[in-house]
């Protein structure tokens, strides 16, 4: 197998990701290139990871056949960039979002509209456990599907998930959104765990949006990424049955309740010797859900983001797409739409936008 060559525009903590999943999987990935502005970051990255550093665009796109190019930059930054690479006949694989506002988002998929290669790396849908209640949300089981409680991720992300489990695509929505506040002890941060007991505001949002004949509740709070006492919950309820968190309850027929439990299955466990890495999820005796890129040992999060890659690999060689920039563009306008409501304190309804596909 021919690996697949792209280069990377950013040097951030999110950047990263796509460098250990390129060292853990040098049979199908491999890294070109970073453009990295600073020349003391850029002489560190190049020490850290032994990849070759570029000053800008240009010299990294003049210097190797790639691909494409992961755009890993502030979402202020981000436009700019996709800009020279749709003028430059460039395949692109934006970090979310791919504009920060709606004017931007407009702006951007006007690029695609005039030709231009972008997909957008959403990861949630596709770790392992998401993409196992997805899968199990669309197989039929718990019947049509009608509602979705997500207190998973924040903003964009979270309305990702919300539109795969319900199945909606750019239908229009009527959106109430509160917050409420509350007192946390202080968990871990990206810099690793707390020194010291501090208390903290927890700040929880919590959002309908009403599409009709089908209902979304957002929930989240910014500690749940990495706090030890706050978990992550989805709820996805359908006419036979429902999936919550990790069990699948449906109606075989309409006196026979069966309930799944959704296991998690690792090598490397309870003295298994095949290695350490993460197998897939069972439903019962049914894989929902298996690990494309056995046996690399990536976190859940890792092989989402591999799952990006590779599917961006097929789409710059002809393939399909996986996650436009329609798609991306939609689920940060519903998000901005949430924070709307909750500033106003009043119901917004959203209207269709220019990307909007039927």
């Not at 941060?189 to 009403?210: H, K, N, Y």
Request: proline share 5%; hydrophobic share 40%.
């Amino acid at each position: 197998m021919t690996s697949s060559c792209f280069g990377v525009v950013g040097s951030g903590w999110r950047a990263e990701f796509y460098l250990r999943i390129a060292q853990a999987l040098p049979d199908r990935f491999r890294v070109g290139g970073i453009v990295v502005r600073r020349e003391d970051k850029a002489r560190l990255m190049e020490k850290t990871w032994g990849v070759k550093t570029y000053g800008d665009l240009s010299a990294l796109l003049a210097s190797q056949d790639l691909q494409f190019v992961v755009v890993s930059t502030p979402r202020e930054a981000t436009p700019s960039v996709l800009r020279d690479l749709a003028r430059s006949g460039m395949a692109a694989l934006a970090e979310t979002p791919p504009a920060p506002d709606l004017q931007g988002l407009v702006e951007m998929n006007r690029l695609t509209q005039a030709g231009a290669k972008i997909q957008v790396a959403e990861q949630y849908q596709f770790q392992p456990l998401h993409a196992a209640r997805i899968s199990l949300a669309r197989s039929g089981r718990i019947g049509p599907v009608s509602q979705a409680q997500v207190s998973v991720a924040h903003g964009y992300h979270g309305i990702s998930l919300i539109r795969k489990f319900l199945g909606i695509g750019f239908e229009n929505a009527t959106i109430r959104a509160r917050e409420f506040a509350s007192p946390i002890i202080a968990g871990p941060d990206r810099s690793g765990p707390p020194t010291s007991e501090r208390v903290e505001d927890s700040r929880q949002t919590i959002a309908w949006l009403d599409f009709g004949d089908k209902l979304a509740v957002y929930d989240f709070t910014g500690d749940q990424y990495l706090s030890w006492i706050r978990g992550l919950r989805v709820q996805v309820r359908g006419m036979r049955g429902e999936i919550s968190d990790f069990s699948c309850k449906f109606l075989k027929d309409f006196q026979t309740p069966v309930e799944l439990a959704l296991k998690r299955v690792d090598a490397g466990a309870n003295g298994n010797l095949e290695g350490y890495y993460h197998k897939g999820f069972l439903a019962g005796d049914e894989w929902v859900y298996q690990n494309p890129f056995v046996p690399a040992r990536l976190s859940d999060d890792e092989i989402a983001v591999a799952t990006c890659l590779e599917r961006m690999a097929r789409y710059a060689a002809g393939g399909p797409g996986f996650y436009d920039l329609a798609e991306a563009s939609q689920d940060h306008y519903l998000a901005l739409m949430v924070d709307e409501a909750l500033r106003n304190g009043q119901p917004i309804t959203t209207t269709c936008q220019s990307w909007a596909q039927w």
